[in-house]
């Protein structure tokens, strides 16, 4: 059968898929624009999945505040190259899922990915995703997705670098919603995405984690040569200090303020002279 000029170029316009794949899917579906549309997706799953593995370094990140300040989401999506991370079509991708992710507040990347997408019930975010790959033909993957309410009064604050790479939300509790406490939120938030804080708190890092990092300063310490003969309770004192080196490094209320060094305290001392508690953080980074 003959595939007319119009209906290549309408099949194009419904799939953004290159202008051969149109011709080929419409003749191995005898002009049925529906089937030809089903077959198109099929071959971009198979695109998808070929290009599963390939590296993504690139992409972008985005944020969503609630008008009230009370609530806030952040996803990162990776692809492979930069220019495809500037493209349009890619570019929108991203911004239709910050908004999906902030009304439909999934908890983790794979119960997004089997929500339904906004913009089309009949899809799930997954199947748009390895439509996107089979159009741009790189492999692209959402990193990391993260949704922030505030406790009571307070509100949720954020940072985007200038990269659009990295990106962190954080929940700050006061007595109130103050532009003051608006731009604190902002900077804890830059600091958040320099110092790379891992934790809220102590009790969050997993205890087979310290031993490992209690094992690791045991070790170092006996292969130091001025350490031998040492009484074990100087020993014990200084693997004490290597855990409280990790724990300020990891911790993000025991880490040092980056922001402006020349106040010389930890995040927890700033947010206490401001009179606000830290509630919850994330940072997103798209590469891992």
């Excluded at 899917?25 to 099929?42: S, T």
């Excluded at 806030?72 to 349009?88: L, Y």
Aim: with cysteine; charged share 30%; glycine share 8%.
């Amino acid at each position: 059968m003959s595939i007319s000029a119009k209906q290549v170029m309408d099949l194009r316009k419904a799939t953004d898929m290159p202008m051969m794949k149109c011709k080929k899917a419409l003749e191995a579906e005898g002009g049925d624009f529906e089937k030809a549309i089903e077959r198109l997706r099929k071959d971009g799953m198979k695109v998808a999945e070929a290009r599963a593995d390939r590296a993504t370094g690139e992409g972008l990140v985005r944020v969503t505040i609630s008008d009230d300040r009370a609530r806030g989401s952040v996803v990162a999506v990776a692809c492979e190259t930069e220019p495809v991370a500037k493209t349009p079509r890619f570019v929108e991708f991203v911004d239709r899922l910050a908004l999906q992710v902030a009304e439909r507040a999934p908890a983790d990347v794979d119960t997004l990915l089997t929500q339904p997408w906004i913009d089309d019930e009949g899809q799930t975010v997954d199947d748009v995703l390895r439509g996107l790959v089979g159009v741009i033909r790189e492999n692209i993957k959402v990193d990391a997705v993260a949704n922030l309410a505030v406790d009571g009064s307070g509100l949720v604050g954020s940072y985007i670098h200038y990269t659009q790479k990295d990106a962190a939300v954080v929940a700050l509790g006061a007595d109130s919603a103050s532009d003051e406490l608006g731009e604190l939120a902002k900077q804890l938030c830059m600091h958040i995405v320099f110092a790379k804080p891992t934790a809220l708190s102590r009790d969050e890092i997993a205890e087979t984690l310290v031993a490992k990092e209690t094992e690791i300063a045991r070790a170092q310490i006996a292969q130091d040569p001025k350490m031998a003969g040492k009484p074990a309770q100087v020993i014990d004192k200084i693997v004490e200090g290597k855990i409280g080196a990790f724990y300020k490094q990891t911790v993000l209320g025991e880490q040092d303020w980056v922001v402006d060094p020349s106040k010389k305290c930890t995040v927890a001392e700033l947010l206490a002279k401001h009179g606000a508690t830290l509630q919850a953080f994330d940072r997103v980074h798209v590469g891992g």
